[in-house]
């Protein structure tokens, strides 16, 4: 006769079974480092951000034409991007969907998601202000999954 499983050990069970256990998936992986980014940025918080690349992780927005090298740089770009919407009072929302790694292989892959950033002002309505895409190349370091690269790629923009 096979004994029932107390609470606590039903709970026990899950978390053995789940990303709590220990490594997860290059999946699981790389979309908990695109939450991160999105989390991150809408927190704007640029060293956070910053530390989601490699020490030599290249940062490409063709929109604006500018591409930035490591940590610093990045850190830098997006605290002067953010500053006007500080000053405006205006928050940001990234909603990143469709994460699809590809070429994974090993401890490296490349990645596309859609993005879409939503906007709004304390108390005022919410509207899109960016729509686009990611392209990454992303690596799994001791940290977690990291940028190698990331290009942010805008279809649309709304002031």
Same mark, same amino acid.
């Given at each position: 006769?096979? #004994? +029932?499983? &107390?609470?606590?050990? +039903?709970?026990?069970?899950?978390? !053995? =079974? &789940? ?6 998936? /290059? ?5 908990? $480092? ?13 060293? +956070?951000? !910053?530390? *989601? ?8 927005? /063709? ?7 490591? /940590?610093?740089?990045?850190? &830098?770009?997006?605290? #002067?991007?953010?500053?006007? $919407?500080?000053?405006?009072? =205006? ?20 990645? %596309?998601?859609?993005?879409?950033? $939503?906007? !709004?002002? #304390?108390?005022?309505?919410? &509207?899109?202000? *960016? =729509? ?15 940028? %190698? +690269? $990331? ?7 709304? /002031?």
């Amino acid at each position: 006769m096979r #004994k +029932a499983m &107390s609470f606590f050990g +039903a709970v026990a069970f899950i978390l !053995s =079974q &789940s990303a709590f256990a220990g490594t997860l998936s /290059p999946q699981e992986g790389i979309a908990n $480092l695109m939450a991160d980014y999105a989390w991150f940025a809408d927190q704007r918080d640029t060293e +956070a951000v !910053s530390k *989601l690349f490699v020490e030599q992780g290249v940062l490409k927005v /063709p929109v604006v034409n500018q591409t930035m090298e490591g /940590p610093a740089q990045v850190s &830098s770009f997006f605290s #002067k991007t953010w500053a006007p $919407l500080e000053a405006m009072g =205006q928050q940001r929302r990234h909603v990143i969907t469709n994460i699809r790694p590809y070429d994974v292989q090993g401890d490296q892959a490349r990645v %596309r998601a859609y993005m879409t950033v $939503l906007g !709004s002002t #304390k108390g005022g309505p919410s &509207s899109i202000k *960016l =729509q686009g895409y990611y392209e990454a190349e992303v690596v799994d370091t001791p940290e977690g999954w990291r940028f %190698r +690269a $990331l290009t942010i790629q805008v279809d649309g923009m709304v /002031p």
